[in-house]
């Protein structure tokens, strides 16, 4: 059996590193790597593949940045001819980015099973660019796996036959859980003059924060408060740096005195950060994941989340992007008031496990794709 799985940004090589470790136990699996180059900093990606232990990639395809028509369609013009050249008997796909999508469209245009990892996720928020990757792709899927009921029903409900839909779990806590250890074994704290517990973490990346200034500003603001009662580190994207400049942000960011800003960071200095941290305040999907898991409080600053069951089960609040909101719920994690939470089913690092001995069942018995 030969499989083609698909990466492109940060998030999905953590979803595919369990993935690639459980094939490594499979002799009778080949496994073809195509990283689409979505992603191309150092930091946010190709340190990744060191940190998780990956083998690099068999293919990049080198795409690089562009507007979300301009590297949807260049890398579909790209994944053709790999796919015409390696006829995988299964395409696998992760997450919702524009990769994900791309890469999904040509398989199905050529009549190759696609299997969709993190499938059924919704935000119901049409203006997140992620959101319509998700629909799209699982609109052309062949074989779900999800990471909770809720999305098993999501996918019912838009028509996806309930024998193609298998709830598995997480593989980004199959990651997490791996290399947690290894993590905590981390310098990051001392290098940034940290004390377990005694820091904040902040993420921002999503456009409709960084990218719209009243919305960029109001956060800020409570991060200026936040900053003045518990130190604040925050690794900074990018995008988020440049539009600090643009919206003439950055004196503001820089008289904050208890804020650290760094640059991007690997994941195993990442994870040792979020599981140090007293609380995140983020923007992320895979963060509050992973913030319930290691039972951290998580501020997410966003209006809805494709992810609830974070907040139905996890330690996350949705906390939107008011100033006053944002620091209420801040002062209630420092004051000792924190949401408990409890870990989701089968939230146990063996998702990975489970889909690829699926995926060998239905290959075995010649019912990959949906005819």
């Known amino acids: 059996m030969k499989i083609l799985s698909i990466v492109g940004a940060r998030p999905n090589f953590m979803k595919i590193a369990p993935f690639a470790h459980a094939i490594r136990k499979c002799p009778s699996v ?3 790597i195509v990283h689409t180059g979505q992603h191309y900093d150092q930091k946010m990606s190709t340190s990744f593949f060191e940190d998780l232990d990956i083998p690099m990639p068999d293919i990049n395809l080198e795409v690089g940045s562009g507007s979300h028509a301009q590297q949807t369609a260049e890398i ?5 001819p790999v796919l015409l050249e390696h006829k995988p008997d299964v395409l696998v796909v992760v997450g919702d980015v524009n990769s994900t999508i791309a890469c999904s469209l040509v398989a199905a245009k050529l009549s190759i099973p696609i299997a969709h990892i993190e499938a059924g996720l919704r935000s119901f928020d049409k203006d997140m660019p992620e959101e319509i990757n998700r629909i ?5 899927t062949d074989v779900f796996f999800t990471t909770c009921i809720e999305a098993n029903a999501h996918l019912v409900a838009e028509g996806a036959a309930k024998n193609r839909i298998f709830f598995v779990g997480n593989v980004m806590i199959d990651t997490l859980m791996h290399n ?3 993590a905590n ?3 990051i704290l001392s290098s940034l003059h940290l004390q377990p517990k005694g820091y904040a973490l902040v993420t921002l990346h999503r456009p409709s924060n960084v990218d719209d200034k009243h919305n960029l500003t109001n956060i800020l603001n409570a991060i200026n408060v936040i900053q003045e009662k518990i ?3 925050f690794p900074i994207h990018p995008r988020t740096k440049k539009n600090f400049e643009l919206f003439g942000l ?3 960011v820089q008289g904050m005195k208890g804020l650290k800003l760094v640059e991007p960071l690997g994941y195993l200095d990442f994870l040792c950060l979020t599981n140090g941290a007293k609380m995140v305040v983020t923007d992320s999907g895979g963060i509050q994941e992973e913030t319930t898991v290691l039972k951290i409080p998580c501020l997410t600053v966003r209006e809805n989340t494709e992810r609830p069951i974070t907040i139905k089960e996890g330690t996350n609040v949705l906390v939107g992007v008011k100033t006053k909101k944002i620091v209420s719920e801040a002062q209630k994690v420092l004051s000792g008031k924190a949401k408990k939470g409890r870990i989701p089913k089968y939230w146990d690092g063996k998702a990975s496990e489970r889909i690829l001995n699926i995926l060998v069942s ?3 018995k010649g019912k990959l794709r949906v005819k």
């Open 30 to 32: 080949k496994h073809v």
């Open 76 to 80: 579909m013009k790209r994944f053709e």
């Open 136 to 140: 799209l792709t699982d609109r052309i």
């Open 180 to 182: 947690l250890k290894r």
């Open 185 to 187: 074994k981390s310098q």
């Open 231 to 233: 130190p604040v580190v």
């Open 250 to 252: 950055t004196s503001m």
């Open 362 to 364: 239905l290959h075995n």
